[in-house]
């Protein structure tokens, strides 16, 4: 079982993750962006090497750091097999990496960015990128976003999963820094449309 810390960074109030394999003493940073020394300098006191980046998707916010913590640690960056980014390893939707005893699965959710992932972690954590917030979900008008695939992404993946997955957004958007997924399917505005109709409208306005 992994340790999960939560860091608020940057103006855009993002999140950064570190994995912590605390028996083997190395860790996985996802979506590195800003206050990198913050979460380099918690991992060098306890003792941890960083050994993978994980990116959620390839929007500059969620990846700015990535060459500062390469360059730092030597991590060695997995992205979705999409991706037009640097990276070293390319994953695709329903595969598996093996971090120490743990098990990290790739859910391939594109709608935000055609190359957005989200990480469920023994089956106890989702780490969700800009997929879905706390109350909300990621925004649909970007270049290269996709509402239709947005909707297959929450209606035909996200919703099926175990309500007791504890969600960990990509921003700091709502009213709390975690969540679960079973309070998000019952409160979450995303989760309450009838139609992908209904669901695309909305998305619309």
């Given at each position: 079982?992994?340790?999960?810390?939560?860091?608020?960074?940057?103006?855009?109030?993002?999140?950064?993750?570190?994995?912590?394999?605390?028996?083997?003493r190395?860790?996985?940073?996802?979506?590195?962006?800003?206050?990198l020394?913050?979460?380099?300098?918690?991992?060098?006191?306890?003792?941890?090497?960083?050994?993978?980046?994980?990116?959620?998707?390839?929007?500059?916010d969620?990846?700015?750091?990535?060459?500062?913590?390469?360059?730092?640690?030597?991590?060695?960056?997995?992205?979705?097999?999409?991706?037009?980014?640097k990276?070293?390893?390319?994953?695709?939707d329903?595969?598996?990496?093996?971090?120490?005893?743990?098990?990290?699965?790739?859910?391939?959710?594109?709608?935000?960015?055609?190359?957005?992932?989200?990480l469920?972690?023994?089956?106890?954590?989702?780490?969700?990128?800009?997929?879905?917030?706390?109350?909300?979900?990621?925004?649909?008008?970007?270049?290269?976003s996709?509402?239709?695939?947005?909707?297959?992404?929450?209606?035909?993946?996200?919703?099926?999963?175990?309500?007791?997955?504890?969600?960990?957004?990509?921003?700091?958007?709502?009213?709390t820094?975690?969540?679960?997924?079973?309070?998000?399917?019952?409160?979450?505005?995303?989760?309450?449309?009838?139609?992908?109709?209904?669901?695309?409208n909305?998305?619309?306005?």
């Open positions: 079982m992994v340790k999960i810390e939560q860091f608020l960074v940057g103006k855009m109030d993002n999140f950064t993750y570190a994995i912590i394999d605390e028996k083997n190395k860790s996985i940073i996802v979506d590195p962006s800003w206050d020394e913050i979460i380099i300098d918690f991992l060098e006191k306890n003792g941890i090497e960083n050994t993978f980046i994980i990116n959620t998707h390839s929007h500059f969620h990846v700015v750091g990535n060459d500062q913590v390469v360059k730092r640690t030597g991590a060695k960056i997995i992205q979705h097999k999409s991706s037009p980014l990276k070293d390893i390319g994953v695709s329903g595969e598996s990496i093996k971090f120490g005893e743990s098990e990290i699965k790739i859910i391939h959710t594109p709608g935000h960015s055609g190359d957005s992932i989200c469920i972690i023994d089956d106890k954590i989702l780490l969700t990128g800009d997929t879905l917030f706390v109350g909300s979900c990621g925004r649909l008008d970007l270049q290269g996709d509402p239709n695939k947005m909707y297959n992404s929450v209606y035909n993946k996200l919703i099926s999963l175990d309500g007791n997955l504890i969600v960990y957004p990509g921003h700091h958007y709502g009213s820094k975690t969540s679960t997924l079973g309070k998000e399917k019952s409160t979450n505005f995303v989760f309450k449309f009838h139609s992908r109709q209904e669901f695309l909305f998305m619309d306005r």
